[in-house]
RNA sequence: GCGAGAGUGGCGGAAUUGGUAGACGCGCUGGCCUUAGGAGCCAGUGGGGAAACCCGUGAGGGUUCGAGUCCCUCCUUUCGCACCA
């Protein structure tokens, strides 16, 4: 063993042993407990960042601690190849995706591999390897078979310059990004996955789910959004259906029922077709549709901005009245989500409030909410004395009281919180002075026999529109004839293959100009025929990798049997922004294998943890004239000025030194240069280093602040260790350990090590906090530092506190933990070591401290003995000297003893 | 706008089930060692106070013998919002 630890050499040691016995690659063993280890697989976009690190060594942590455990790990990589960054890089040096993402993979599986995380890659896989998206292709089909798979049509972004679809992320305060054009909507043909088929089981199943974290299945649910309401037509008026050439209803969708009788007003998006009808003979309410096509498709834009409608002039009738409503253009009613058009009710509904307030509509609150004051309950009660025999003078005072109350209760230019509260109907003819519940069955029952609506279960979710109309992807298995429609690609033609030369150029997708690409014949009718040429979304991609790590290198079918043995995954590992999408998708991908046939289990995932984000200090310079600029933290020079303050400066080489103002904590990005490269500080410190600090610095769900000091500190954390074994072995190895012959100072050591070997285990096999874990070995350390007992049983408890430190840190920094488990002189590898179990002897303590307060606030700590009984704590808590100074001669009126912790004396 | 989190010393964080607030690390201060220090070792370090003590977990209220932890209102901030991955 050398005095001075090398990081470099140290790694390289380890990973060479590892590397030549195959030691992560595993196989099924049905004697052996599994444990499927699963993170997130990367974009191949150049480099590792820090959240890669994060993400991975999280895994490996727990992959290696389970080795550790005896159990059969597979911990599986790959890579999520397909995507717009490709196409964007390609657009700018000229290089085509499939290219410049194989040089990436390439790259960063050698910065995986310098980590030293325990991988088995014999399982890797890409996603843009025909080998892989060939299964994406067959299953679209068979999800078309059962219907899941259809087309419709779907609202994209449109750059009307670039004549292409812009993605999102492309569309920068409603312009396109590289063209600067005013972004506009379109209606195009796209494939979609009928994912709300299974919304039902999608949503109760998160019950099935304990090892997920609440946060995520609240959101899932609420993405879900189950909602129990009513389906109501409004019939169209005269000059709706004059208007329409036909008879017909306005559908709506509600779960306020109950405020039937407060529509003022109807709501429809700018692409429905009575909008789309009123505005032919309507030039301003046509140049108002227009208006409402551009800007972007993203449900926060449309939350946000300013709410704008217009009247169309026709009207519908008020199903229980007849009474004719006026009908509304509104910019916040999507064509997308459910019917494209809502009620308005201005009383009860905050946005349709300021809508009518707007509009100048009438107001009609027909709801009490039941939160009310006692004079206007008492109003109500005078109505239901009157009901109870109505007639018609009784009606009218009814209806008078009721305006009494309307009047009262509601300030017409003012919305209040608890006017969208549920309470008592009233106004509201046959069906008031009922309670929500009772009023929404009585008006779907009374609908129901008009023929005018009924009961239905809705959902804020929508299918899912996989077409994409991009060149890196997988291309949809689909040929168009002119006459037999749109033919699925024969199974025995599959893969549809991706050419690999293609170099976008952003206007519109590549496949649709190669006509080498898209020319061939129908598999039908054989004439020619044109080939789909939109490609899937990537997160069809990212659906079921998961599934194929088990069988990677199966070619004849998308999965086999291995999947019964490995899946579901033990535990996912990754970001939190996939708590929706990503991880919804994937739930729905593996429910519809199972319904045909592939798989046998119903979730892929059985423990989620989500890690949260890596930051760093963001610092920039703003000139008086031109761009800000962002500097890199390890440019930056701290100094603090006279009165103590930060100054921060860069030295520059066109401006010389310049101050620069520090922003605070931000996500790493580009963007604002704050980024670490993790292979400098693998060059720099070793991947030990890298792990630990990432490990310590917080625990795994919470953002992780970068620090520089921090980094240090780890790493001169395991120089201390080193040293610390090296002092420890250079005397030579002890004799054994004979624990029935301790001194109380040897006693106290072997406490302390089975204690830290106690919390840490808990730490990291139950709670999943590495940095209390590591703190914990850190404190082992201090107490093994001033532990100066030379002699052979002083040096045996030394020697197995440091083989406890070593295994507890195995999982986290493995290398070092390799070097030093030999150095204790042990013939056997760290990585085939199995964990240790904390002596219960040892931990045993005769005397505990107790804290005692007086009226809750800490005045005294007494020490009794382990076990002893409450009465004789109590009478040692009274009796402390410096506890009765604050007692006195007050009564004692209360003493609360919580056993092993604290007595409370309340006077 | 809607949905979900977070907020504790100078900094990252600890306090696991309502029971000693600040473990562990960083930084800082002082000392030792060294030709030197961006190395190492030792000591100190929430604020106020001479001390006794008092105050302190984003703000304000509440429940409790006892609240960082539970409840209500508010502020700040992060993530997601369906074509970034």
Redesign the pocket.
Known sequence: MEEIYDPAAVERTAQEYWNQRRTFEVREDNAREKYYCLSMF??PSGRLHMGHVRNYTIGDVLARFMRMQGRNVLQPMGW?A????AENAAMSNGVPPAKWTRQNIAYMRNQLKSLGFAIDWSRELATCDPSYYRWNQWLFLRMLEKGIAYRKT?V??WDPVDQT??????VIDGRGWRTGALIEKRE?P?YYLN?TRYADELLGALDDLPGWP???K??QA??I?RSEGCEIMFPYGPDTRAAMSADGALKVFTTRADTVFGVTFMAVAAEHPIALEAGKSNPELNDFIEECRRGS????DV??QEKKGMPTGLHVLHPFTGEPIEIWVANYVLMG?GEGAVMGVPAHD??DFEFALKHALPIVPVVLPESFPAEIAALRGRIEAERSAIDAAKAERIASLEREIAARSFDTHEWRSWYGDSGITLSSSEFSGLEFKVAVDAIAAALEKKGLGRKRIQY???D???????YWGCPIPIVHCGECGDVPTPDEQLPVVLPEDLVPDGSGNPLAKTPAFYECTCPKCGKPARRETDTM???VD?SWYFLRYACADQSRAMVDERVDYWLPADQYIG????????LLYSRFWTKVMRDLGLVKISEPFNNLLTQG?VLNDIYSYQPPDGRKRYFNPTDVTTRRDADGSEIHEVTTSDAGAIRVVHEG???MSKSENNGVDPEGLVARFGADTARLFTM????PE????W?D??V???S??I??LW?AVYDHVSKGLPSKLDTGTLTPGQRDLRRSAHQALA?AT??IG??R?F??A??AI??L??TI??FDDVSPQGRAVRHEALEIAVIVLAPITPHVGHALWQALGHETALVDERWREADKAALVQDAV?I?V?V????RG?ISVAVGADEATVREAAVGDE?VR?FVGDKPIR?V?V?PG??V?I?V
């Open positions: 990367p974009y999520d397909f995507g717009l960054p779907g994209v972004n679809v812009l993605a999102n992320e492309q195009i796209m994912i609440e946060r995520v609240l959101m609420n993405w959004g498709v993203m449900e926060a939350a946000t989500y905050e946005r804020r979710l929508r899912w529109g996989v077409s994409r109309q991009r979304d990537t997160f990212s970001g939190i922004e996939h708590a929706i999408l990503h984000m904590l931000g996500k310590f610095a917080s625990p919470q953002t992780l602040a620090s000091e921090g240090q500190g780890a001169r954390f120089r201390r040293v919390k808990d730490d139950r709670r906090n940095n209390t590591i703190a850190m404190e350390l201090n530092g001033r401290e804290v307060q009226n809750g606030k800490l700590r410096h100074k209360k609360i919580v912790k604290l409370n309340v």
